[in-house]
T-cell receptor, first 115, second 113 residues
Framework: AQSVTQLGSHVSVSEGALVLLRCNYS??????LFWYVQYPNQGLQLLLK??????LVKGINGFEAEFKKSETSFHLTKPSAHMSDAAEYFC?????????????FGQGTILTVHP | KAGVTQTPRYLIKTRGQQVTLSCSPI?????VSWYQQTPGQGLQFLFE???????NKGNFPGRFSGRQFSNSRSEMNVSTLELGDSALYLC????????????FGEGSRLTVL
């Protein structure tokens, strides 16, 4: 079975500081991994995804994530936080096989950006 | 192109009633998935439809059901509503293959009183 653990339900950074959101996964098959962002009263928007190509994945809005198999991690980073980055972020893993449309999500990390 | 459209956006029901939520996927997408989002349980997968067939189902009671029409629009129904069914219900569409990006709608927020 697949699972995702996001370390830290709340992360607070200053504008211009490094953003680091942690995600560890467990998967019985080679995983496909995703980061989504959710703004208040909105659905989820894909930031980036790892599908077994390059281990360093670049996404939208300056975010990137590195797949580390040895650490079973897929942490999300952004060099310089912007006020508009304040949102909730979800890491997710594809269940593999015939689990079409099913992603297993972490519990989410709320990012607060201080001026 | 137009995104995923969910209706209604907000609704209030009482215990014991039933509710039907609608989802129109992105044009050309044949897969529609449904998720329940609550503060306590997070995002949980309900089911997925592809070309009018349910291909995958999560661990929800039989009160939760869905269907998909020939134009790929989907509906989900919850019967005999319970207070715990209060949640944001999200619909997502995709091309239907693994690792295909899920495009989410803004959700239908259901409050059960």
């Amino acid at each position: 079975a697949q699972s995702v653990t996001q370390l830290g339900s709340h992360v607070s950074v200053s504008e211009g500081a490094l953003v680091l959101l942690r995600c560890n996964y467990s998967s019985s098959v080679p995983p496909y991994l995703f980061w989504y962002v959710q703004y208040p009263n909105q659905g989820l928007q894909l930031l980036l995804k790892y599908t077994s190509a390059a281990t360093l994945v670049k996404g939208i809005n300056g975010f990137e994530a590195e797949f580390k198999k040895s650490e079973t991690s897929f942490h999300l980073t952004k060099p310089s936080a912007h006020m508009s980055d304040a949102a909730e972020y979800f890491c997710a893993v594809d269940a593999g096989g015939t689990s079409y449309g099913k992603l297993t999500f972490g519990q989410g990390t709320i990012l607060t950006v201080h001026p | 192109k137009a995104g995923v459209t969910q209706t209604p956006r907000y609704l209030i029901k009482t215990r014991g009633q039933q509710v039907t939520l609608s989802c129109s996927p992105i044009s050309g997408h044949r897969s529609v998935s449904w998720y329940q989002q609550t503060p306590g349980q997070g995002l949980q997968f309900l089911f997925e439809y592809f070309s009018e067939t349910q291909r995958n189902k999560g661990n929800f009671p039989g009160r939760f059901s869905g269907r998909q029409f020939s134009n790929s629009r989907s509906e989900m129904n919850v019967s005999t509503l319970e207070l715990g069914d209060s949640a944001l219900y999200l619909c997502a569409s995709s091309g239907g293959t693994r690792a295909g990006e899920l495009f989410f709608g803004e959700g239908s927020r259901l409050t059960v009183l």
